[in-house]
């Protein structure tokens, strides 16, 4: 029986920015996996993530299947990798006995997303399934509406970086032109507050966590004050627009 896995783009957290493309995939896969962060021996950690919580809003719980991955794994090799070969097993499993299995990932599947690591397992697992994704509401774009923050004008760049690849990553992105928006940059924020800071990019920068979800927070980077803020928080730091309307084009 040939299988489809399906990732789709959820959004951010708050469940009325999933698409109606967004919706209409997750109910018609059989079954619906969403990652769940290990627990330190491995096993399920219990809380529910992003993913899940906004997937109940659409499909009944009996659909969903939480399946464990080592999201915050970055030091053990060994350990993320039989964490990855575990969940594949898992999902290759699903889709044996399912025409269809639709994983949903927080933002887009294809935006930093735990689904490209998980396809990529899958292709070899299960050979001739058919690998398709639905594209989601990223953070930076919510991040934006939320804040007025405008992401890009005329031939502006934009630069997405992951404040876990390194401070030295963002700096130089700081440094150059147009608009840059650092994604998991929580636990370094001391270090961002002092990179934006040198770049002359702190006045206009604004930063957010939790969007759409009652705890959210959305503020001026300048309020930073080196306190570790959660994993998941989104910066955009717009260049200098004083070249008056139209000026960038």
Known sequence: MSSTLVGVGVGPGDPELVTVKGVNALRAADVVVVPVMAAPDGTDGGEPGRAEATVL??????????VVFALNERTDRTRREAAWDAAG?????????????????????????????????IAELVPGVTVATVPGITAMQDLAARSGAVLTEGTEPL??????????????ALAGPGTVVA???????AEVAEALAETGRLGDAVWGSALGLPEESVRPAAELDGTPLPYLSTLIAPPRRDDGRGGKL
């Open 89 to 121: 097993e898992q999902v290759a499993g699903l889709l044996r006995s399912h025409a269809s299995v639709a994983f949903a990932t927080i933002g887009d599947p294809n935006v930093y997303s735990t689904f490209t690591y998980l396809a990529q397992t």
């Open 159 to 172: 630069t997405l970086v992951p404040v876990t690849a390194g401070s030295a990553v963002l700096k130089e």
């Open 183 to 189: 994604y998991k940059f929580g636990r370094q924020a």
């Open 57 to 66: 809003h659409y499909v009944p719980a009996e659909k969903v299947v939480r």
